[in-house]
Antibody
Framework: QLQLQESGPGLVKPSETLSLTCTVSGAPIRRSSYYWGWIRQTPGKGLEWIGSIHYSGNTYSNPSLKGRLTISVDMAKNQVSLRLSSVTAADTAVYYC?????????????????WGQGTLVTVSS | QSVLTQPPSVSGAPGQGVTISCTGSDSNIGAPHDVHWYQQLPGTAPKLLIYGNNKRPSGVPDRFSGSKSDTSASLVITGLQAEDEADYYCQSYDSSMSGSVFGGGTKLTVL
């Protein structure tokens, strides 16, 4: 059974870098038809797609976060990582990782299933 | 403000049915790109409910159904049960941003 688990600091200072890891169990990250995505949820803006990565390194990101966002994969550890730089209070959210089932490797048209349980990250001094 | 528009709340009595709408534009639902639906029970992560407009994952009751037309989609829940009380989100792909977009969510209250 595929399971995803997010981990990382729950508190990050403004202007610093938010770093989270998603550990995947029950299936190898190296599956050709899967992307691995990050989604965040805030009370004010609901669900927001952050970005998704294929094991080949092909990555798609939300244009609103480009320039601050890095997503990577570690196939040896079966993990996906997220780094978001120069954070502000607006980046306070519950961050989820999810398997992103894309119709084809050339785009991220598709849906998310399953999701991790999520981790709350607060940006505050 | 979300790219896809959903009503903030809907309600219905046990046994009745409700419809949750999701309205987009020509760059997402109307492109046409498929619509997917998620159920989020209080304090938990979203769970896939409908994918590819109208397909149910294994384990999802047939009381839940989805449809799509032009730039809108709908989630229909029949035979409401107390455990259906949750937030529901639609999601699609948007060609203009080459990525996923979500609706703002609809809170379902079972009266």
């Amino acid at each position: 059974q595929l399971q995803l688990q997010e981990s990382g600091p729950g508190l990050v200072k403004p202007s610093e870098t938010l770093s989270l890891t998603c550990t995947v169990s029950g299936a190898p990250i190296r599956r050709s038809s899967y992307y691995w995505g990050w989604i965040r949820q805030t009370p004010g803006k609901g669900l927001e797609w952050i970005g998704s990565i294929h094991y080949s390194g092909n990555t798609y990101s939300n244009p609103s976060l480009k320039g601050r966002l890095t997503i990577s994969v570690d196939m040896a550890k079966n993990q996906v990582s997220l780094r978001l730089s120069s954070v502000t209070a607006a980046d306070t959210a519950v961050y989820y990782c999810g398997r992103h089932l894309a119709y084809n490797v050339g785009s991220v048209r598709g849906w998310f299933d399953p999701w991790g349980q999520g981790t709350l990250v607060t940006v505050s001094s | 403000q979300s790219v896809l528009t959903q009503p903030p709340s809907v309600s219905g009595a046990p046994g009745q049915g409700v419809t949750i709408s999701c309205t987009g534009s020509d760059s997402n639902i109307g492109a046409p790109h498929d619509v997917h639906w998620y159920q989020q029970l209080p304090g938990t992560a979203p769970k896939l409910l409908i994918y590819g407009n109208n397909k149910r994952p294994s384990g999802v009751p047939d009381r839940f159904s989805g449809s799509k037309s032009d730039t809108s989609a709908s989630l229909v829940i029949t035979g409401l049960q107390a455990e259906d009380e949750a937030d529901y989100y639609c999601q699609s792909y948007d060609s203009s941003m080459s990525g996923s977009v979500f609706g703002g969510g609809t809170k379902l209250t079972v009266l």
